[in-house]
């Protein structure tokens, strides 16, 4: 597609429930991002992807966190028995290569546990 | 990681106004990306721009790396400019791609 695409767009998940997020990057791009955003703040990197090598995971909060991307395009957030705390946007970006270049996001996936 | 300051946090205007948004950083930078956070939540892209100057239309953008901030400008604003404007730097160190935010500047422009 011509931009990034997020599904769900939105999710009410239980308190304990997994969830699991896709993420499409624009064709051809090689890096992939996950970031996690709470209410009035700035996006915070949660874990990075170059085609199917996670190179960087060092924002994942907990090991109820786990991406993966097995083909190098599509991409998938899993949380594990979410908790409150969980709730929040969780963005996708995609970038054409790694370093300096425009990086660009999709709609994001509202998560809200409850 | 890099730290990144956005000033002022809130900023309300009426129709017509000139505005200056900024942003600092703590230490030198590969890239240089401002967002306009529509109220769907997606970042739109408005400036890559590690240094230099950019204009597009009623948007401009400076970021002087030496001195570690960067500018933006809305002048004429509308009210669909309305939303949260996002600085975001990957530092210079990095060859991974990941960005750093600031907090944002809250941007509401009345009729």
């Known amino acids: 597609g011509a931009g990034v695409s997020q599904s769900p767009r939105y999710k009410v998940a239980k308190r304990g429930q997994d969830v699991a997020l896709r993420c499409d990057p624009i064709?051809?791009?090689?890096?992939l991002f996950w970031y996690q955003q709470a209410l009035g703040q700035g996006p915070e990197f949660l874990t990075y992807f170059q085609n199917e090598a996670q190179l960087d995971k060092s924002g994942l909060p907990s090991d109820r966190f786990f991406a993966e991307r097995p083909e190098g395009s599509v991409s998938t957030l899993k949380i594990q028995r979410t908790q409150q705390e969980d709730s929040a946007v969780y963005l996708c970006?995609?970038?054409?290569?790694?370093?300096?270049?425009?990086?660009?996001f999709g709609e994001g996936s509202w998560l809200t546990v409850v | 990681g890099i730290q990144v300051e956005q000033s002022p946090p809130d900023l309300i205007l009426q129709e017509g106004a000139n505005s200056t948004l900024r942003c600092n950083f703590s230490?030198?930078?590969?890239?240089l990306q401002w967002f306009h956070q529509n109220p769907w939540g997606q970042l739109i892209n408005l400036f890559y721009?590690?240094?230099g100057t950019k204009q597009n239309g009623r948007l401009s953008a400076t970021t002087v790396a030496t001195e570690r901030y960067s500018l933006l400008y809305i002048s004429s604003s509308q009210t669909t400019d309305s939303g949260v404007y996002f600085c975001a730097v990957e530092d210079r160190g990095s060859t991974l791609g990941r960005l750093y935010f600031g907090r944002g500047t809250q941007l509401t422009v009345w009729p």
């Open positions: 064709s051809g791009h090689v890096s």
């Open positions: 970006a995609s970038s054409p290569r790694a370093s300096g270049n425009t990086i660009y």
């Open positions: 230490d030198s930078v590969n890239n």
């Open positions: 721009i590690p240094s």
